[in-house]
């Protein structure tokens, strides 16, 4: 059963809490992952887990701890001088899923420019609630990817951890059209295996 989730704007302190954007709260030992070129990635977004449980009632989801998303994807933010990643299946890399069931303590990775100001976008709330169309666009955790034209027989036996669609709100766009997938093999997704972790971004 797909996860709809709802992203807006708030001026409520996101800080340990469910968000898009904005700063990870990561486990002390954890460090803000980098791309090869030693550049951090981008911050999507952390869920609070226990906040999901209700709506996943057959557990393919730990309702404990928290999970971080992270990927290359500035380019599809709007910076032209970012390394551009291509349709299809991405490199390891240049994404992370990250998984911890104790999160009693966390640090705030904040970062900005030279001027004071965030290089990151703006912290934004996340709500949650069940969805009936495992294929549907939009922001979800599980289901299936909303776009699979060519791409059938490599999301076999995948699911969606993740599904990232576009945001004009945040000029995000994927080429023509598109979508960004976390894949993972229902198998290690059942054993907590995140380092099974594939990211596919399709587009038309």
């Known amino acids: 059963m797909p996860i709809r989730i709802n992203v807006q704007p708030t001026q409520e302190s996101l800080v340990e809490k469910s968000h898009w954007w904005g700063f990870p709260d990561l486990?002390?030992?954890v460090k803000w992952p980098e791309n090869e070129e030693g550049e951090l990635l981008t911050f999507i977004c952390q869920v609070r887990l226990k906040e999901i449980a209700a709506l996943d009632p057959e557990g393919y989801l730990p309702h404990e701890g928290m999970m971080w998303f992270f990927a290359d994807m500035d380019y599809f933010l709007g910076d032209e001088e970012a390394q551009c990643r291509g349709i299809g299946e991405w490199e390891?890399?240049?994404y992370m899923v990250?998984?911890?069931k104790e999160t009693d303590h966390l640090c705030t990775h904040e970062y900005y420019w030279e001027d004071g100001t965030l290089a990151v976008l703006e912290a934004e709330r996340m709500t949650f609630e069940a969805?009936?169309?495992p294929e549907e666009f939009g922001f979800k955790l599980l289901g299936l990817p909303a776009m699979t034209e060519g791409y059938e027989n490599e999301n076999e036996g995948l699911v969606s951890l993740l599904q990232i669609d576009e945001e004009e709100r945040w000029s995000m766009r994927f080429f023509d059209c598109g979508t960004i997938?976390?894949?993972i093999p229902i198998e290690a997704l059942m054993k907590r295996?995140?380092?099974e972790c594939?990211?596919?971004l399709?587009?038309?």
Do not use: C, R
């Open 27 to 29: 486990p002390v030992t």
């Open 92 to 94: 390891p890399g240049t």
């Open 98 to 100: 990250i998984y911890a």
């Open 131 to 133: 969805s009936e169309t």
């Open 181 to 183: 997938n976390f894949m």
């Open 193 to 195: 295996d995140f380092n």
């Open 198 to 200: 594939q990211l596919v």
């Open 202 to 204: 399709h587009s038309s």
